[in-house]
């Protein structure tokens, strides 16, 4: 069982490009989640999806966007990368059912760096 | 405003015992979660505290007081390994989590 993956591990972009990290999870779990981790901050949540065919927007959505067609993937894209989007992406997924804690698992993260 | 606070860097010994404290404002509260996440990796779950108490998992305690704000991460026998940041958040009424910025810990022989 792998749980998430995430693609790629790490890129390097250039400002004004298009780039889309992908995540994906065999848990079969109902939640997923995008964050970003900026050295100093706290995980700060950029969208989120309570279950396919949904999405939400967190804290810090502006610039991205995100698509949840099935149960396993979720993509986030960069429409046009700015450098303060340099960070690391973390992708995480819960089971998202009432009554117990809802833990999220983390995939291994995307390091993005634009220039 | 929503805030999870928490020491920024900690030192111990190893085999020693060390407490790290994390206090919050949120609206709302439906559990505080612990997670360990070493340099270069991803967050792995610890614990989960949503009555009041100590939950105790092996080396690991966690506690909580709702009253207070207030939880705190043991860990006891310190080892090499867990040298690493150590992540406290709070899911809000809405159901999301609130991060704090995490603890470095250092572990030294």
């Known amino acids: 069982i792998a749980g998430i993956t995430q693609a790629p591990t790490s890129q390097i972009l250039a400002a004004g490009r298009r780039m889309t990290l992908r995540c994906t999870q065999d848990?079969?779990?109902?939640?997923m989640y995008w964050y970003r981790q900026d050295l100093g901050l706290g995980l700060r949540l950029i969208h989120y999806?309570?279950?396919?065919?949904?999405?939400g927007k967190g804290e810090v959505p502006d610039g991205y966007s995100v698509s949840r067609a099935n149960t396993d993937d979720f993509p986030l894209t960069l429409a046009s990368a700015v450098p303060s989007q340099t960070s690391v992406y973390f992708c995480?997924?819960?089971?998202?059912?009432?009554?117990?804690?809802?833990?999220?698992?983390f995939g291994p993260g995307t390091r993005l760096t634009v220039l | 405003g929503q805030n999870i606070d928490q020491p920024t860097e900690m030192t111990a010994t190893e085999g020693a015992i060390v407490q790290i404290n994390c206090t919050y404002q949120t609206s709302g509260f439906n559990g505080l979660f612990w997670y360990q996440q070493h340099a270069g990796e991803a967050p792995t779950f610890l614990s989960y505290?949503?009555l009041d108490g100590l939950e105790e998992k092996g080396r690991f305690s966690s506690f909580l007081s709702r009253s207070k704000g207030y939880s705190y991460l043991l860990l006891k026998e310190l080892q090499m390994k867990d040298s690493a940041s150590y992540l406290c958040a709070v899911m809000d009424s809405n159901y999301q989590l609130i991060w704090g910025a995490g603890t470095k810990l250092i572990i030294k022989p």
């Open positions: 999806s309570n279950t396919a065919g949904t999405t």
């Open positions: 848990m079969r779990h109902n939640a």
């Open positions: 505290n949503v």
């Open positions: 995480a997924s819960s089971d998202g059912l009432a009554g117990g804690p809802d833990t999220q698992y």
